[in-house]
């Protein structure tokens, strides 16, 4: 799958719990996450999905269990967190890029003061990630001048300029109006073919479909089912499964 | 007007020692002001709690108070001496409290600032790996002073009226004090009132209006 094979998980969790005061968000949460593989979770909406992707890089903290990321136990805080965070992409349902800087800077800001790349080299691999996501055009602009779909592209080469070994997507055409969704799932997609490690929380069984390699189902803070997207699609397992999709794919 | 203009150099020095005194309150208090609020947005308990007491015991505090207690407390009691001659002394020793006091109202303005910057904004800056204090210092801070400049300008106006309670820090040599001497000398005179009205008008409307422009100017569009 990778380029050295390596067989152990990049992600690993175990027994993950997660309350939000008497609200039990994650349950004993066990999955782990090959190196290469694009792993879909979808499931109806508080079922905990997005709290489970934030809990990959540490956005989220857990009650108790554990998660072992690319063989160490995630760190707590201070500099360790902050360099496993460097490690891990995440893409943002509100794209949160950084409003005060310019598409150019949004993308080497990371690089230069985590990695401590020269600015030139910076701005050099800056361009062509704009390039591969196509805003290059419009590298000196501010966030607020660019659609939904362009800054959710910015947003995802800002991740990729970490070099990261996964990224994490929240929901990332969630918040885009129906005809920027194709743009930013046609990134995704190339990404996948590319053997990036990803975690998608979508609704989008389309994508689903066509770059997952595997299928997550949470509903109610548990992995209700695993599958392989056809499977899953066309075979549900689970009733709670065959319940939501009869709710979504609908025609 | 006659008294205006026989106290006219003595006013107008003691207008320049407002205009020092407000020069650097104005640079240390911001200062001041963003390490405190560096400190009450903290991860660590400790320097939150000390953020806050810090704020709110200094910001309702009567700045004579505050004044009386840097000359008084620190200097005569603690021996805090920034120089021998004593009026070089007491200007220092009033910079040090109204910069002292104008620091927990800039802190509160950043503050106020800080609550603009979406929550996304430090999630995405954590996210790509930056320390808390690499995310405060280059994507809240910078977000957080653009939407408060105007009301820092009004911190700063109020600092700079401020410095005519000098007095009460033992710093008798503003426009404030020169003033009350003339008129101890030779009785209130509407002319003088007037002039140093206009003196601080001048040096502050344009912080206003300036302080307005940079807002508009350097507005975040989200």
């Not at chain 1, 910076?122 to 990630?129: F, H, Q």
Request: charge should be neutral; proline fraction near 4%; include cysteine.
């Amino acid at each position: 799958m990778t380029e050295n094979g390596d067989a152990t998980p990049l992600v690993r969790l175990e027994n993950v719990n997660k309350h939000f005061g008497s609200l039990h968000v994650l349950k004993d949460i066990n999955l782990t996450v090959s190196r290469g593989e694009v792993l879909v979770v979808i499931g109806p909406s508080g079922g905990g999905k997005s709290t489970l992707c934030r809990t990959i890089n540490r956005l989220e903290t857990i009650s108790d269990g554990q998660i072992i990321f690319d063989g160490k136990v995630l760190p707590a805080e201070g500099k360790a967190l902050a360099r496993l965070r460097s490690e891990v992409g995440m893409v943002f349902q509100s794209f949160n890029l950084f409003a005060h800087k310019t598409i150019r800077q949004n993308v080497t800001l990371g690089p230069i003061k985590v990695r401590g790349t020269a600015k030139d080299a910076a701005d050099k691999r800056a361009m062509e990630l704009l390039e591969r996501v196509g805003i290059a055009a419009q590298a000196d602009k501010y966030p607020a001048q660019l659609s939904g779909g362009q800054q959710q592209r910015v947003a995802i080469a800002r991740a990729l300029a970490m070099e990261p070994k996964m990224i994490l997507f929240d929901e990332p055409t969630s918040a885009l109006d129906p005809e920027m969704v194709q743009e930013v799932l046609d990134v995704m997609i190339g990404l996948a073919r590319d053997g990036m490690t990803m975690m998608v929380v979508t609704h989008e069984m389309g994508f689903a479909r066509r770059a997952a390699n595997r299928v997550v189902f949470m509903a109610d803070g548990q992995i209700v089912e695993e599958n392989t997207p056809d499977e899953f699609f066309t075979n549900a397992q689970t009733d709670r499964a065959r319940d939501f999709l009869s709710k979504i794919l609908t025609h | 007007m006659d008294d205006l203009i026989t106290y006219g150099p003595n006013l107008a020095e003691g207008f320049l020692n407002n205009v020092k005194l407000s020069l650097v309150a104005a640079v240390a208090s911001l200062i001041l002001g963003t390490i405190l609020v560096a400190m009450r947005v903290s991860p660590t308990p400790v320097l939150r709690a000390a953020g806050t007491v810090y704020v709110n015991v200094v910001r309702n505090t009567p700045l004579t108070l505050v004044l009386a207690f840097s000359a008084l407390g620190l200097s005569d009691q603690l021996g805090l001496v920034f120089s021998e001659t004593p009026r070089t002394n007491s200007f220092w020793i009033v910079a040090m409290g109204l910069s002292a006091y104008t620091a927990a109202f800039v802190c509160e303005a950043l503050r106020a600032g800080i609550n603009t910057v979406p929550l996304g904004q430090a999630e995405a800056a954590r996210a790509i790996g930056l320390t808390f204090m690499q995310s405060l210092r280059m994507i809240i801070l910078p977000q957080a002073f653009r939407t408060v400049v105007a009301p820092l300008g009004s911190v700063m106006i109020a600092m700079i009226k401020n410095t005519t309670v000098a007095t009460a820090g033992g710093f008798v040599a503003d426009s404030a004090a020169e003033m009350k001497e003339a008129f101890d000398t030779t009785g209130a005179s509407i002319p003088i009132f007037l002039g140093i009205v206009v003196g601080f008008m001048v040096l502050t409307m344009p912080i206003g209006f300036f302080t307005g422009w940079l807002s508009r100017r350097l507005a975040v569009a989200r």
